[in-house]
């Protein structure tokens, strides 16, 4: 199928962004110090919009499953559909995680289903990368190939537009005034923009020999006993849970109920799985007593539940729980530590 | 919107039973149609405060009203165990896999359970009672810490009289002057019964470490991994697979459980912790 492509000035764009933006919530990426974050579109700040760079430090799963949604008594939901702009190609692919999670199975997360339905999402090419990107290694790719509804690649002053869905369609058929034709290179500029972020990215993960996804099937099953590793890679760990907010595929929630003088409600919030208290039962008993054990399980989900109830993992190599972890727990020497049986980090205790 | 998993009925506590010093049977009366199969579970919730899962202890084809005993554990449970007849409690579900009566027919049904795991177990017996004649035997062997931590002292002498097809031996791990029965843990009632052990079922319910043991004592008598039901605690929350937190390997014992046959998680680590 040949893909629906178009140019739209920067300009243009954030003349679309402000129409846009006049019947829905349009959320962008502001640049912050090296991060980025997203927040309401607001013209005034169009100098800090960057829509380009690398992930934004909020997951995508914020806006679809947020860290606190009240799910039963007084709902109060924004009516407005939202558009979430600049999404980066590691954040489209947790949602086919977080998809399987809350629309899969016999029941539906209607919250998750009425999120994901108003929800346009448009995806945007990295123009570089940071050290912790390994999205290459996870079978990603610093650019979006699908599971958006459009997508930007930026090129000078402007952006290539590619439509990957029909809510995509219906922003360019809408306001059509402001998509032009693109020119003849555009797919060739645009390539090669994607490979240069594709070597950056390659450079990352050749220099510190993060393992693929092919040597990465079936380690944590083949080392789950050893303990002296799973004790060693906790030994750091301070059981503060960012790992888990952090991720874009963690979906975990708890269901918290309160109270007030208009009656009891309920709350579906995040959880932790590194959490003490995320297994036990009121009885006292909990199957991951151990720090370690509960670090295991994060990779025992990610790693081996995942493969064999989607055939996927739930990693996409955003890099966001190397940054969040305060104990320097790195996923990717995690799994160079299970692929080669060699790890150096300081003995646990 | 699709309809909300997380949002619960209510229903009226209509008396409370107290069977031991901890534990509790409330009979609840639902505002709506709500039900269950022996060996699912419900989570009741106290509106405001929270909410934990609960296998209903009463027959399952009781209509208008459910039975749950519980042992004060937790913060919900603790604040439960100080309601009163007429207060109003949440109700949603039922969840999970049910024993499944029908592969039961024609066998014999060897019970065991620990503590209050005889919650399930009651409602399960209830179940078979209702086609007694179908089962072969019907078997139950049950054991308590204490004489006065046996749950259901009133109706155990009646379960025994069911047309003569329901054996029940009782054990306390230990016992005091009036208890005239055996005195050790209830593996030591787990016995070979001259059962058809290609065929016999067992369904098992109580604190893991008991469910650990009484396992291994039901495969030195015989029976077959296919043939050992486990009901699995784990903490289950949302109900519906999602929540993760009450995940075992591959399953969530939400939904694929609670009920599961050995042989599907004897593989699985850590399955009794």
Known sequence: MPLALYTISRKDLFDLLGRLAEINRVFVPYAKGDKLYFDEFDASKEDLIELGGIRQSQPLKTFLNPAREKVFNG????????????VKACDLASLAIQDFVFEGGDVRDPFYAENRDNTTIIGCDCTYAKETCFCLAMDGAPYPRKDFDLNLSSVD????????????????????????EPSPHARSIRESSRKAV?????????KRGIPNTDQIRGVVKKNYDSTDFWKDMASTCVECGACNLACPTCHCFLLFDEKDRFGAKRFRIWDACLYNTFARVAGGANPRKHLYERLRNRFDKKFDFFPQVMNSFACTGC??????????????????????????KPPHE | MKKNPYAYIKAEILNITNETATIKTFTIRPQGEIGFRAGQFMDLTLPGIGEAPFTPSSNH??????DFTIMAAGRVTKLLHQ????????????YGSQYPLEKFKGKEVYIVGGGVG??????????????????????????????????????????RDKAGHVDVAITCDVGDPSWKGNVGLVTTILKDEGLDMENAVTIVCGPPVMMKFATFKLLDLGFKDHNIYLSMEKNMSCGVGKCGHCRIGPYYACKDGPVFTYDKIKELPGIWD
């Open chain 1, 75 to 86: 709902l109060t939901r924004d009516p407005r559909p939202a558009i979430v702009v600049g």
């Open chain 1, 157 to 180: 002053n402007y952006f290539i537009v590619e439509v990957g869905g029909p809510k995509g369609e219906a922003i360019i058929s809408g306001f059509n005034v402001f998509f032009k």
């Open chain 1, 198 to 206: 594709e070597r950056q990215v390659q450079s990352y993960i050749d």
């Open chain 1, 319 to 344: 890099g966001r729980c190397v940054e969040a972890c305060a104990g320097d727990i790195d996923i990717r020497e995690v799994l160079k530590g299970l692929v080669s049986g060699k790890w150096n």
């Open chain 2, 61 to 66: 084809d009781h209509k208008g009203t459910l």
């Open chain 2, 83 to 94: 309601a009163k007849p007429g207060d109003i409690v949440g109700l949603r579900g039922p």
């Open chain 2, 118 to 159: 005889l919650a399930p177990l009651r409602a399960l017996l209830y179940a078979l009672f209702n086609d007694v004649n179908v089962y072969k035997k019907i078997i139950l062997r049950y054991g308590a810490r204490t004489p006065s931590d046996i749950v259901y002292k009133n109706e155990i002498d009646s379960w």
